[in-house]
């Protein structure tokens, strides 16, 4: 897989979010790139076995992380630059949750959407805590390496001003 003008592909954003929930809750149970939503069954009839449903599933949406907490389930999407747009993918990825049929046993808990970033976006966080979200900025080892091939504009937060507080 390659990433931008050919060069090899790095998944930042999972890294990052594996990195911030080994450290974070180092015994918990947690699963990255989980699938989420119901299965839809296509043939006319219906009839697949459980591996054909389970290969048919391979088409839903995916949350970067899910952490099983005693008392709550985590959703965690990372991004290296804040991007306000996973708001609406985090709100989005709660309405599935209860769709998920994997997810059937953690029914009872209730969810807690966190947006994991690198570089600060006030306007993100401002819109994030309006929605229920919890930002956090994380900062994880490999940022230098990340950091260095970006281009110059890449590297800054994106501009505020505008922002009113009520």
């Known amino acids: 897989m390659t990433g931008r003008k050919g060069q090899p592909y790095t998944p930042w954003e999972i890294m990052m979010v594996s990195e911030w929930v ?6 918990v149970r947690f699963s990255t790139n989980f699938r989420l939503g119901p299965i839809q069954p296509r043939a006319p009839d219906g009839t697949y076995s459980a591996d054909e449903l389970t290969i048919i599933g391979v088409w839903r949406r995916r949350v970067d ?3 099983y907490l005693s008392d709550r389930l ?3 999407e990372g991004v290296m630059r804040a991007d306000p747009g996973k708001i609406a ?4 990825y709660e309405k ?3 769709q998920t049929p994997e997810l059937a046993e ?6 807690q959407k966190v947006l994991l970033y690198c570089i600060e976006d006030p306007v993100l966080n401002v819109l994030a805590a309006e929605e229920g979200i919890l930002a956090i900025q994380y900062i994880p080892s490999f940022f230098d390496s ?5 281009r110059g504009f890449e ?3 994106p501009q505020w001003g505008f922002l009113q507080e009520k």
Do not use: C, G, Q, Y
């Open 22 to 27: 080994s450290r974070t809750f180092p015994d």
């Open 65 to 67: 992380t899910l952490v």
């Open 74 to 76: 985590l959703l965690v």
């Open 89 to 92: 993918v985090l709100k989005l």
């Open 96 to 98: 599935l949750i209860p």
């Open 106 to 111: 953690f029914s009872h808990l209730p969810i």
């Open 146 to 150: 990340w950091f260095n091939k970006l």
């Open 155 to 157: 590297k800054r937060a």
